[in-house]
C-alpha cells in the first residue's frame, strides 16, 4: 500500500507539473513552425536560429558572447541534467561560464531535466534563465530543426510564448538579424580591464575584447602572464604590451571595421599577435584577405582541422558563422588550416613576421584540448 500510494504521489506531481506548461511556438523566417512547451522567462523573442551539437556544456555555451543575439539549438536530446554550477561573487572569471551573464537570445532543446544533480550545482537550469530573463522552448524535434538549417542555411526565427506580455508585439515584427548591427560592441568591455596573475614581472599580453571568453583570460594566467583587457574599438597599438590577442565575439567581422583599422596598423609593426575566431577572420580583413558567411556555421566540440602540408588533424571546439576565404590570401600570407569536412579556412599566418591566428578555440570550454598550446606558442615568442 506505501509503494501504491507513493507511485500516486509521484503521479499528482507529474500531472500537476505538466499542466502548467505554456504553449510556445518556433517559428522560421521561412515559414516552418515548431510547437512545444516554454520554460524560462515567460517572453518571447526574435534573432537567428542556430544549432551546436556537443553533448555538454550549456553552462558555457549559452555565456559564451559568441552568441549573442541568437536562439540556440542544442541537438543533445538532454539538456539540464548536471545544473548550473556556483558562482563566486568575487572572481570575475568564473570557471564553467564564460562571461558574466547568458548571451544567447533564447534555447531550444528536445527534454529540458528540472531534476538535476552535480556536486558543485547551486540551480536548474530554468531557474537559472528566468533568473537571467532568457526564455526557452523545449519539446521540440531538434533534430528537424537541424536537418532544416543545414539544408536552408542559418535561418532568423522567433520564440513565442503564448500568453506572454510581448507575443503580439514580437509576432508582428521584423524577424532580428544580429548580423545587420554591431554586436560586438554590445558585448565587449567598456573600459581597460588589467587581470594579474601571481608572477612578478610577468608579461603581458593585450586582449581585444570583441566578446572574449574568460577562459581565454585564464588560460593566460596560468601561464603566468598578466592580461590588459581592452575594448574592441581601443588603439591597442599604443598600449604599452608585449603581445596581442585578437578574442573571438560574435556576428560579422565586417560590422567591426574599427578595429580592423587598429589591426592593419600593429600589422606594420612586429609585435607577436595571435587571434582566435572572430580574432581570426579581423585580422584576416587587416591583412588583405575576404570574409563570407557560411551556410550553417560550425558550432561543435568536434571539428577536424587539418594543418596545411602536413598529415596532422587537430580535434577543435568552434563556434562562429562566418570564414576566412582562403583562396584569397595576399603577399606574405598563407593558409595554415583547413577544415577537413567542408575544407574551410581554419587559420593563416604570416610567412615571417609573429602574426598568426586560428577559426578555432583553444582555450576549449567546452571541448578538447588539443590546441591549447597555441598560448604557449604566443608566450614564447616574448620570453
Known amino acids: 500500500m506505501e509503494s501504491k500510494s507513493s507511485e500516486s504521489a509521484s503521479e499528482k506531481l507529474s500531472a500537476d507539473h505538466f499542466s502548467s506548461f505554456r504553449t510556445a ?45 541568437q536562439l540556440l539549438t542544442l541537438t543533445y536530446p538532454l539538456v539540464g541534467n548536471y545544473g548550473v554550477p556556483a558562482r563566486n561573487p568575487a572572481d570575475p572569471l568564473n570557471p564553467g561560464f564564460e562571461s558574466s551573464h547568458i548571451q544567447a537570445q533564447a ?18 537550469l530554468e531557474d537559472w534563465m528566468i533568473e537571467e530573463k532568457i526564455p526557452g522552448i523545449e519539446g521540440v524535434d531538434v533534430r528537424a530543426v537541424t536537418r532544416r538549417l543545414r539544408e536552408s542555411g542559418t535561418i532568423k526565427g522567433r520564440l513565442l510564448v503564448e500568453g506572454s506580455p510581448d507575443r503580439d508585439e514580437i509576432a508582428s515584427s521584423p524577424y532580428q538579424d544580429p548580423g545587420n548591427r554591431n554586436v560586438v560592441a554590445e558585448v565587449s568591455c567598456k573600459e581597460p580591464i588589467l587581470h594579474r596573475c601571481a608572477s612578478d614581472g610577468a608579461p603581458r599580453v593585450i586582449l581585444v575584447d570583441c566578446g572574449a ?49 587598429n589591426i592593419r596598423r600593429a600589422l606594420d609593426g612586429s609585435r607577436p599577435l595571435m587571434g582566435i575566431c572572430l580574432g581570426n577572420q579581423l585580422l584576416a580583413l587587416a591583412a588583405g584577405f575576404d570574409t563570407y558567411k557560411l551556410d550553417f556555421g560550425h558550432r561543435s566540440q568536434n571539428q577536424p582541422c587539418v594543418e596545411v602540408g602536413t598529415s596532422l588533424c587537430w580535434v577543435t571546439s568552434q563556434n562562429h558563422g562566418y570564414a576566412v576565404d582562403g ?35 583553444p582555450e576549449a570550454n567546452p571541448g578538447p584540448l588539443d590546441a591549447a598550446g597555441l598560448f604557449d606558442r604566443l608566450l614564447g615568442l616574448v620570453r
Open 327 to 361: 583562396t584569397s590570401a595576399p603577399d606574405g600570407w598563407e593558409e595554415w588550416f583547413r577544415n577537413a569536412n567542408d575544407g574551410s579556412n581554419e587559420g593563416i599566418r604570416h610567412r615571417e613576421k609573429p602574426f598568426f591566428s586560428v577559426q578555432f578555440h
Open 107 to 124: 534555447l531550444v532543446i528536445q527534454n529540458l531535466s528540472r531534476d538535476f544533480s552535480h556536486w558543485n550545482a547551486t540551480s536548474s
Open 213 to 261: 571568453k574568460t577562459s581565454i583570460i585564464r588560460s593566460f594566467l596560468d601561464r603566468g602572464a598578466d592580461v590588459l583587457q581592452v575594448p574592441w574599438n581601443h588603439d591597442f597599438v599604443a598600449e604599452k604590451g608585449d603581445a596581442v590577442l585578437l578574442s573571438n565575439g560574435p556576428g560579422d567581422p565586417k560590422m567591426a571595421l574599427e578595429t580592423v583599422e
Open 25 to 69: 511556438h518556433l517559428e522560421l523566417e521561412d515559414g516552418t513552425c515548431y510547437e512545444g512547451r516554454a520554460f524560462g522567462a515567460n517572453r518571447s523573442i526574435s534573432g537567428e536560429v542556430v544549432f551546436a551539437t556537443g553533448m555538454v556544456g550549456y553552462p558555457e555555451s549559452l555565456t559564451d558572447p559568441s552568441y549573442r543575439g
